[in-house]
């Protein structure tokens, strides 16, 4: 080896260390730091060969757990430090000294799904991204906020022309749009494996673009797409602003499109509303089907909470599960997050999950959640709704019109805040604990009895929320 060649070796090795600090970085503050140093801290990188990175762990129930709990976290991360890098395979430490294969483990162009111990999976087709095991419409909880999206994939994965071109699929961070598209990729690849399925993310599309043009063969690069019948797209709001690029997915778009090809774009917002795009590129996104994913509803977290405690085959008390549908809101991902940590801690130490285990491991999620809405806010909203002065949440009155109100303030306090119930009762002109209880306990009774209250006290408490 030249001096050269061991600069250079030594170079990349060094960016591999500051991509894995970074990714690292991400991940535990996601998942916490006691999961961190049980999890990640052990991991030693390797090596990256051809897209791959190599890390290695020392046991093989942390290799285990770190498949089927972190590795497709770790490779999406990974990806967005660096493009090139597609896969993640982890040996563990004796068994990478003896040289041994990994049981079950395949490579990269093996048939999808075929590798068992692995929830991750690689496709054939090397321009397309790997698919998420876990992300199939089996998987996918059905509610309000998602079912039209949900319906409009369905179509497009069940129907062998395009019902709609393009099917585009919007919404907020962590709601399910790559859920969907992976969906989408699973049920044709099963139902109808001589279609050929392209899943990429809007960034990785740019990438390749641009190393084509570097490479100077675009010509190949435009190949790639014209056997393709099912071309999906995510994120495109990444290509936002950046206009080579715009232009070349632009064409590759029409001429699919002019073939009667599938179509699927995902984006953090609507056609119309997204910025540093091309009018004619926003008319185009506009022609098919715009489908948008709404925020979660508190039925919609239960619901996707219990379906991942199923598939954890772990019992999680139902009082834990509702506890977190309430508390953690923001999105789907950080609610599945935040299952997996108090899962994993229990399996730690060896505890059952209760209550006070699930606030005390996610105390720093559940402050980041708690933020969003105080106690002051909640009453100013109540007393605004219900047409009293905000000064009447601290008073003593006790006439039934501001009575009432106040109880729905503090009942709202108790779902949205972390605050306990003293801590409640001093905000409301320092009343007893036992009041805030018996608030509660009397909205909840109204609620199941009174249908026009309880929409009330949802409408609120969607807005406090959003
Ligand atoms: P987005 O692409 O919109 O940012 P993702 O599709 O990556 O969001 O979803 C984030 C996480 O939440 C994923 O692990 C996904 O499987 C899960 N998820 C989202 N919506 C649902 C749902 N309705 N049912 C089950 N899991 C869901
Ligand atoms: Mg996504």
Redesign the pocket.
């Known amino acids: 080896m030249t001096t050269d060649e061991t600069a250079r070796g030594s170079e990349s090795k060094n960016n591999l260390n500051a991509q894995w600090a970074a990714v690292c970085g991400l991940l535990r503050a996601e998942i916490g730091e006691a999961a961190y140093q049980s999890w990640l801290k052990p991991i030693t990188v390797r090596d990256i060969q051809s897209g791959e990175v190599k890390i290695s762990v020392p046991t093989r129930f942390m290799r285990d757990w770190i498949v089927a709990h972190y590795l497709d976290r770790l490779t999406d991360l990974w990806g967005k430090q660096n493009p090139a890098v597609t896969a993640i395979d982890i040996a563990i430490q004796s068994e990478r000294e003896a040289l041994a294969p990994l049981p079950g483990k395949k490579h990269a162009g093996d048939v999808a799904g075929a590798r068992p111990g692995s929830q991750s999976t690689r496709y054939s087709s090397d321009l397309s991204a790997p698919l998420?095991r876990?992300?199939t419409f089996e998987?996918?909880?059905?509610?309000k906020p998602?079912e039209f999206a949900y319906a409009a994939s369905r179509r497009v994965a069940e129907a062998a022309k395009p019902p709609f071109n393009p099917l585009f699929l919007y919404?907020?961070?962590?709601?399910?749009?790559?859920?969907?598209m992976h969906a989408i990729a699973w049920h044709i690849r099963e139902r109808t494996p001589k279609r050929t399925v392209i899943y990429l993310s809007a960034e990785k599309f740019m990438y390749r673009f641009i190393r084509a043009l570097r490479e100077q063969n675009t010509v190949d690069f435009k190949d790639q797409f014209r056997s393709v019948d099912v071309l999906m797209i995510?994120d495109v709001q990444f290509i936002s602003g950046k206009d080579s690029t715009q232009e070349e997915f632009f064409h590759t778009f029409n001429s699919l499109v002019d073939q009667g090809r599938q179509i699927v774009i995902?984006a953090d917002k609507s056609p119309s509303d997204l910025e540093g795009m091309e009018e004619r590129l926003i008319s185009r996104l506009n022609c098919g089907l715009v489908a948008d994913?709404h925020a979660t509803t508190y039925e919609?977290r239960l619901g996707?909470l219990q379906?991942?405690a199923e598939q954890l085959a772990v019992k999680v008390p139902q009082k834990v599960l509702e506890f977190l549908a309430h508390k953690i809101t923001a999105?789907?991902?950080e609610l599945?997050g935040g299952l997996n940590r108090v899962v994993a801690h229990a399996q730690l130490v060896g505890r059952d999950i209760t209550l006070e285990t699930t606030q005390e491991v996610l105390h720093d999620l559940l402050r980041a959640n708690d933020r969003r809405v105080t106690i002051e806010e909640i009453q100013k909203r109540v007393a605004a709704h219900f047409n009293i002065r905000v000064s009447d949440m601290h008073s003593a009155r006790r006439a039934r019109s501001v009575a009432r109100p106040r109880q729905v303030a503090m009942y709202l306090a108790k779902q949205l805040t972390a605050r306990s119930l003293p801590e409640i009762g001093r905000k409301f002109g320092g009343r007893d604990h036992t009041t805030v209880m018996h608030a509660v306990k009397k909205v909840e009774e109204l609620r199941e009895h009174d249908s026009s209250f309880a929409e009330d006290v949802e409408l609120l408490r969607r807005m406090l929320e959003g």
Do not use: A, M, Y
């Open positions: 998420d876990r992300c998987q996918f909880v059905v509610g998602n919404g907020g961070v962590g709601l399910g749009k790559t859920h969907l995510d995902s994913i919609l996707i379906s991942k999105n789907v991902r599945e």
